[in-house]
C-alpha cells in the first residue's frame, strides 16, 4: 500500500512540475508578441522615416528641409510657433492645397506645414531606438495611442504626400501599403524598441 502511494505521490508531483515547466517555457512573451519581429519590422519603418520625403518636415532645426539631399529650406523660411512659418514667409504663401506642376515648384497639402514649436516630432538625427522610444511617447506624439499612430501613419495625408511628391521627387524606399504594414507589425509585435 505505502508504495502505491509513493508511487501516485511521485506522478503527481511530476505532472505539477510538467505543467509548470509548459507554462514556463512560453511565458518569456506574452502570446503574439515576437521581440525579433517587431525590431525588424521597426527597421523597415525607420528607413522610411528617415527619407527626404519624410525627414524634411521633422527636422532637428527651425527651417524645414528641402531635396533628396535634406539642405535648409531657401529664403531662411522658419517653423514660427505654430509650424506654419512667419510673417511674410507663412508656407501656405507658396504651398498650395496640392502640388504645383514641374520641377522645383512648390509641393502641396491643405495643411502643409512642420510640427508646432512645443512639439517638434524631430525625426533627423535620432538613432532608430531614440525615435520608436519618442514615436510611443503620447507627451512627444501629439498625445496619440498606438493605434492612432498606425491610423496617423495608413491615412494622413501629409504622409500619404510622401508618395505623391510632385515632379523630380523620389519616393521612400518602401511603397506605402508596405510602409503602413510594416508600421503596424511592429506594434501589433509588442512596439519593441531596437537594441540601438
Ligand atoms: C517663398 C515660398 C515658400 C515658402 C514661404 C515656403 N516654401 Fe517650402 N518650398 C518652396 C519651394 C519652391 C519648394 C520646392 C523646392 C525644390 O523642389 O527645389 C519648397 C519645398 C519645401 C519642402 C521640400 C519637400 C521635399 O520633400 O523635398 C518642404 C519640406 C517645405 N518646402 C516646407 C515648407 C514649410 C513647412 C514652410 C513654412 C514653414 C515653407 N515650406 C514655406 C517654397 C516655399
Ligand atoms: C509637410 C510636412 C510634413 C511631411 C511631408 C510629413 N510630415 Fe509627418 N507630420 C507633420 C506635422 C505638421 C505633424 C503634426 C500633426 C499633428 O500632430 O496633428 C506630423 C506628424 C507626424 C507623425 C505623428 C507622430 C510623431 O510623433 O511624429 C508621424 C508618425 C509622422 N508625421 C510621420 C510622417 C511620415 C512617415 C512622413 C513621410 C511619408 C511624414 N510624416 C511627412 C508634417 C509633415
New binding site residues.
Given amino acids: 500500500m505505502r508504495v502505491v502511494y509513493f508511487l501516485l505521490t511521485v506522478s503527481f508531483i511530476g505532472m505539477i512540475a510538467m505543467s509548470f515547466h509548459q507554462r514556463s517555457s512560453g511565458a518569456t512573451e506574452e502570446p503574439g508578441k515576437d521581440k525579433a519581429a517587431s525590431q525588424k519590422a521597426f527597421a523597415a519603418v525607420y528607413k522610411v522615416l528617415m527619407s ?6 521633422h ?1 532637428a532645426g527651425d ?6 539631399d ?1 539642405h535648409p ?3 531662411n ?4 510657433p505654430e ?4 510673417y ?8 498650395q492645397p496640392q502640388n ?1 506642376s514641374g ?5 502641396g497639402n491643405p495643411k ?3 510640427p508646432p514649436a512645443d512639439r517638434k516630432m524631430v525625426f533627423q538625427g535620432r538613432s532608430p531606438r531614440q525615435l520608436a522610444a519618442q514615436l510611443l511617447d503620447p507627451r512627444l506624439n501629439g498625445g496619440r495611442t498606438k493605434e492612432q499612430l498606425i491610423e496617423h501613419v495608413t491615412s494622413d495625408t501629409l504622409v500619404l504626400w ?1 508618395w505623391h ?2 515632379d ?2 523620389t519616393l521612400p524606399p518602401l511603397n506605402h501599403a508596405e510602409f503602413a504594414r510594416q508600421f503596424k507589425r511592429w506594434i501589433d509585435k509588442g512596439a519593441y524598441l531596437p537594441d540601438k
Fill in positions: 527626404p520625403r519624410c525627414m524634411n518636415c527636422p527651417a524645414p528641409l528641402q531635396g533628396d535634406s529650406h531657401m529664403q523660411v522658419q517653423r514660427g509650424g506654419k512659418g512667419v511674410a514667409l507663412k508656407c501656405t504663401n507658396c504651398h504645383t520641377e522645383h515648384m512648390p509641393p502643409w506645414a512642420l510622401g511628391p510632385g523630380g521627387r
